[in-house]
């Protein structure tokens, strides 16, 4: 089951790992992905460096991981089709796998508890 924070990044368990991406809002709000410089393997994610930059037609934004961790995998598929950020932003494109006790868990939204937030904005 995914979850998201209120600013629209999702991660879903995926073993004992968690699988970190953007939503399809945010993604459309940037328009068509053009570039996407991932992390590297064994940084640190989360808190107040960004994970991952992402470059649009309207737009380029800084990602940040929902949870702190390690990065243990990223997309690589996302440096050769940045594109895929358009087409499948909540499933193929996942941005980055990290490993992660973070207690913080607990504030992220469910989806539907997500997309009701965000139709009420």
Do not use: C
């Not at 399809?24 to 991952?52: Q, Y």
């Not at 991981?65 to 499948?88: D, W």
């Amino acid at each position: 089951m995914k979850m998201f924070t209120k600013s629209g990044e999702w991660l879903e368990k995926f073993g004992s790992h968690y699988r970190v991406g953007l939503s399809r809002e945010n993604v459309d709000a940037l328009g068509e992905i053009t570039f996407i410089e991932l992390p590297k393997i064994g940084a640190l994610a989360g808190g107040e460096s960004p994970s991952a930059v992402l470059e649009a037609v309207k737009a380029a934004t800084d990602f940040y991981s929902p949870i702190i961790g390690r990065i243990i995998s990223v997309n690589t598929l996302l440096s050769q089709t940045p594109g895929l950020m358009n087409s499948s932003p909540e499933d193929e494109a996942w941005i980055l796998e990290i490993a992660s006790e973070d207690e913080f868990l607990g504030t992220l939204l469910d989806e539907k508890a997500w997309r009701t937030w965000m139709t009420d904005l």
